[in-house]
């Protein structure tokens, strides 16, 4: 957390919801969120399926809404595919690009998903830029060779880092249960900070967001949230329960 930059909780719900589920989630959860928008960003993604119904019954005026993935394709014969062109038209803002499940169960590479990128930042995206390590990658001390070759590729493909979330998932703590150290996470985007400093500028590494996610909860939010270069929180299974409104809050002091 740094006064610098306001902090950022994305909700990601992946291939998850009912109707009736989502309901309940709605009413009894995201509507009734608070928070100071002035401290937090909160940012729910729904399934491609849900994103019409999820826009219809969001009543809370500070909560928005993003796709969980866009193709680097525009309007056309690309069946089962959904643009940032079509997504922007519908009125959101928002698009989670690089996700590894994305990256490990659909085969997007570091070159795809930067270009991937580039086609949502043209059509008025905002991204949720996903990186992260393998438990293997970590073992072997290769976090950060990992982490800024992922960077490396959409680097030159950014106009404005204004418009860029990054968002640090270590694979190895995605829905496993297992979560990084708040000294583990902290180290991270401390040396990620210090790579965009070197690689982009001082003043993009100085207003950069990153989030954490993987296995965060509202048990170890407000540890993890109080290092200087955690920026708030990409959540999983949590954002689908009530104690999403305690993440919120915890980036909302």
């Given at each position: 957390?740094?006064?610098?930059?306001?902090?950022?909780?994305?909700?990601?719900?992946?291939?998850?919801?009912?109707?009736?589920?989502?309901?309940?989630?709605?009413d009894?959860?995201?509507?009734?969120?608070?928070?100071?928008?002035?401290?937090?960003?909160?940012?729910?993604?729904?399934?491609?399926?849900?994103?019409?119904?999820?826009?219809?019954?969001?009543?809370?005026?500070?909560?928005?809404?993003?796709?969980?993935?866009?193709?680097?394709?525009?309007?056309?014969?690309?069946?089962?595919?959904?643009?940032?062109?079509?997504?922007?038209?519908?009125?959101?803002?928002?698009?989670?690009?690089?996700?590894?499940?994305?990256?490990?169960?659909?085969?997007?590479?570091?070159?795809?998903?930067?270009?991937?990128?580039?086609?949502?930042?043209?059509?008025?995206?905002?991204?949720?830029?996903?990186?992260?390590?393998?438990?293997?990658?970590?073992?072997?001390?290769?976090?950060?060779?990992?982490?800024?070759?992922?960077?490396?590729?959409?680097?030159?493909?950014?106009?404005?880092?204004?418009?860029?979330?990054?968002?640090?998932?270590?694979?190895w703590?995605?829905?496993?249960?297992?979560?990084?150290?708040?000294?583990?996470?902290q180290?991270?985007?401390?040396?990620?900070?210090?790579?965009?400093?070197?690689?982009?500028?001082?003043?993009v590494?100085?207003?950069?967001?990153?989030?954490?996610?993987?296995?965060?909860?509202?048990?170890?939010?407000?540890e993890?949230?109080?290092?200087?270069?955690?920026?708030?929180?990409?959540?999983?299974?949590?954002?689908?329960?009530?104690?999403?409104?305690?993440?919120?809050?915890?980036?909302?002091?």
């Amino acid at each position: 957390m740094n006064a610098l930059r306001r902090n950022f909780v994305g909700g990601n719900w992946k291939s998850n919801g009912t109707l009736a589920s989502i309901k309940e989630l709605l009413d009894g959860t995201i509507n009734k969120l608070a928070f100071d928008p002035a401290k937090v960003d909160v940012v729910i993604a729904p399934t491609a399926l849900h994103l019409g119904y999820v826009k219809d019954n969001l009543t809370h005026k500070d909560v928005h809404i993003s796709a969980q993935n866009a193709s680097l394709t525009g309007y056309g014969a690309f069946t089962g595919e959904i643009s940032s062109l079509a997504i922007k038209d519908y009125g959101l803002n928002y698009v989670i690009l690089g996700h590894s499940e994305r990256r490990s169960l659909y085969g997007e590479s570091d070159e795809v998903v930067a270009d991937k990128t580039k086609v949502a930042l043209d059509n008025g995206l905002k991204v949720i830029f996903c990186i992260g390590e393998l438990l293997e990658e970590r073992e072997a001390g290769k976090t950060m060779e990992v982490v800024t070759r992922q960077m490396a590729a959409v680097k030159d493909k950014v106009a404005n880092w204004d418009d860029m979330v990054i968002a640090y998932e270590p694979v190895w703590a995605i829905g496993t249960g297992k979560v990084a150290t708040p000294d583990q996470a902290q180290e991270v985007h401390h040396n990620l900070r210090n790579w965009a400093s070197a690689n982009i500028s001082a003043d993009v590494a100085t207003k950069l967001r990153i989030i954490y996610g993987g296995s965060v909860n509202d048990g170890n939010c407000e540890e993890l949230i109080k290092n200087e270069d955690v920026d708030g929180f990409l959540v999983g299974g949590a954002a689908l329960k009530p104690a999403f409104h305690k993440i919120v809050e915890s980036c909302s002091q």
